[in-house]
């Protein structure tokens, strides 16, 4: 098996592992793409981050192809 298919594999493995773990902040936090390749979170309340009041925030990450490098990644928001 190549090197970039088991990098492809264990991506996979890690993004579903991450998922199981951000689930666990539904609620208070809302997703609004939840797929077997996206997943994100959101605040419906106003944060506050380093010191400045932001309305909401959020969170995600994502297992597959950017369309502007043509790699696989995965990437934390």
Known sequence: M?????AER??????RRLKVLLKKY??????KIDMDSRYDLWSVKNIVVE???????????????RENEGKEILSGG
């Open 2 to 6: 190549a090197a970039h298919a088991i």
């Open 10 to 15: 264990d991506l996979g493995i890690i993004f």
């Open 26 to 31: 539904e609620p208070p936090l809302v997703s």
């Open 51 to 65: 010191g400045r009041p932001r309305k909401g925030g959020s969170g995600g990450i994502y297992h597959g192809r």
